[in-house]
């Protein structure tokens, strides 16, 4: 569609959290530091004439900034878990048991734990969370205490409403989600969601057995919001911030390892395979031989949906990307595979031209076909929020300015400087 006027609606405002990032080593990145800039940078000429006079004028910054949340990988541990989803861990396609809903999932793979007088731990079973009616019932059993590692004591507590239950979840759980991986909650609570009286109870903790495994697409909801709101609020530090980081989120969830629990080829025998995939094959052919030129941005109707549909289109090719290169290991005796190249006056180990030629021939275009497909999410998801923030004019915008190192950038820069990573990386 082209591009059309809204009525501005105004969303939610989330908490700002904004990290500049100066003087920076070259750690691993998803589709490299070469594809994560050129996405950005190309997606501001998919916007309108409106937007087009701020976002060009800071082309240079955006195109620098798309690497900012790789940078974050190496300060917090809650990080990584926004770049990846691993769709097979939830059975097969369309995965219909994995909730849409960002609450709704970490109340259904969150583990509750009870602690009785006597000191045994019981483990609070949970039914399924799912997208019903607030008015419905959970099943009475909602909550069967389970001893941790033998039997079962089962209770038959009040049932809860759908909406009691997030009630609960959020005044005790999801406010306290980046206090830590554990988190306590007042016995009391848990005994007025299940319809009063006394409990047992010395202490009630729970575990997040979902964030471990990708965030992606939920993440992705929530910087579309950040952004709108920075666009309401006429913040040009923050528009700049959130389209660079929502630029780059969206540029991973078009690589179709970033959905898969073998994420590396590690699982297959294939270690090496991220890089391969998202940054060799780029750094070799897209200057010369890929299409950058993706057309108008468009308005995103139904967000969710347009973020999931990148995440399982990118899932339906990972079989593709394993296999492909596993049968060309065959084909290739291991020193045509791999060859050292002299960069930055060091030798490195990457994979064999004539290897990565083989590869890429045999991706019949999907690594162009993806990068183009980021552009234009990228330019659309910014012309979305825009939109959706009434369409404010942007004209008596600046430039982003360069600004001193403040604390929070020098602790920054140390920890990327250490060379670990929090949580998962890309290739270890």
Not at 90 to 102: I, N, S
Not at 367 to 396: C, F, H, K
Not at 408 to 413: H, Q, R, V
């Amino acid at each position: 569609m082209g591009f059309i006027k809204f009525k501005p609606i105004l969303l939610l405002a989330f908490p700002f959290v904004a990290i500049l990032l100066a003087l920076r080593p070259a750690p691993t990145a998803a589709w490299g530091f070469f594809g994560h800039r050129k996405i950005n940078r190309m997606a501001v000429f998919t916007l309108p004439p409106e937007m087009l006079v701020f976002y060009k004028k800071n082309v240079d910054w955006l195109t620098e900034h798309a690497v900012d949340p790789d940078m974050r990988r190496y300060a917090s541990k809650h990080e990584a878990p926004r770049h990846f989803l691993d769709l097979d861990r939830y059975g097969e396609p369309p995965f219909e048991e994995l909730p849409r809903v960002w609450t709704d999932a970490l109340m259904q793979y969150f583990q509750y734990f009870y602690v009785n007088e006597r000191g045994d731990t019981l483990r609070l079973i949970t039914a399924p969370i799912t997208e019903e009616s607030d008015s419905v019932a959970f099943n009475p059993r909602i909550f069967k205490r389970e001893k941790a590692g033998a039997g079962s004591d089962v209770a038959s507590p009040k049932g809860a409403t759908r909406k009691d239950f997030r009630r609960f979840f959020n005044q005790n759980i999801l406010s306290h989600y980046y206090d830590d991986e554990k988190w306590s909650v007042p016995c009391d609570s848990l005994a007025n969601l299940l319809g009063g009286g006394q409990l047992n109870c010395r202490k009630i903790f729970v575990l997040d057995t979902f964030s471990q495994h990708g965030v992606l697409p939920y993440n992705l909801e929530q910087m579309l919001k950040r952004l709108t709101d920075a666009f309401v609020e006429h913040d040009e530090k923050r528009i700049l911030h959130y389209s660079a980081d929502i630029g780059h989120y969206i540029a991973d969830a078009h690589v179709p390892l970033h959905t898969s629990m073998n994420y590396n080829g590690q699982m297959t025998g294939q270690d090496g395979l991220h890089a391969f995939w998202e940054s060799r094959l780029p750094e070799l052919y897209a200057d010369e031989q890929y299409d950058f030129w993706v057309g108008q941005a468009d308005f995103i109707e139904k967000p969710k949906d347009y973020f999931w549909k990148i995440v399982l289109d990118s899932y339906a090719l990972v079989d593709s990307v394993i296999g492909i290169e596993r049968s060309l290991r065959k084909q290739f005796p291991p020193d045509r595979q791999m060859c050292n190249e002299y960069r930055n006056n060091v030798f490195v180990k990457t994979q064999c031209e004539d290897f990565a030629a083989a590869y890429h021939e045999r991706m019949s275009g999907m690594v162009e076909d993806r990068m183009q497909g980021a552009i234009r999410a990228v330019g659309s998801a910014w012309y979305t929020a825009w939109v959706l923030a009434g369409q404010p004019d942007l004209s008596n915008l600046g430039e982003e300015t360069a600004t001193l190192p403040d604390s929070t950038e020098i602790e920054l820069k140390k920890a990327v400087n250490s060379g670990k990573q929090l949580g998962r990386g890309h290739e270890n």
